[in-house]
Nanobody, 115 residues
């Protein structure tokens, strides 16, 4: 599985962005899809996940109510809608697809929120 993110950028506090993650290759064995982020000097942290079969979503407390993860099965793409952005949301956002044997990661896309 290869993952390519897009949609990052520079936005002001309170603004919105939509990140996309397009997957190529077979995602048949992927049981969880999600987004993580890593700010400078910090560890990578979970942002949101979605279970492909059930559509069940999960969010970090810091983004719940502001971010929305979704999936377009036909396009083999997941999205992360970011709203009401805050400076502390500034980070590189990584797409992740997880099987029982492997973790697949995209190259990351930078989101910068100015105050």
């Amino acid at each position: 599985v290869q993952l390519v993110e897009s949609g990052g950028g520079l936005v002001q506090t309170g603004g919105s962005l939509r990140l996309s993650c397009a997957a190529s290759g077979s995602t048949f064995s992927v049981h969880t899809m999600g987004w993580y982020r890593q700010a400078p000097g910090k560890q990578r942290e979970l942002v949101a996940t979605i279970t492909p079969g059930s559509g069940i979503t999960n969010y970090a407390d810091s983004v719940r109510g502001r971010f929305t993860i979704s999936r377009d099965r036909a396009k083999n793409t997941i999205y992360l809608q970011l709203t009401n952005l805050k400076p502390e949301d500034t980070a590189v956002y990584f797409c992740n697809h997880r099987t029982w044997l492997e973790d697949y990661w995209g190259q990351g896309t930078q989101v910068t929120v100015s105050s």
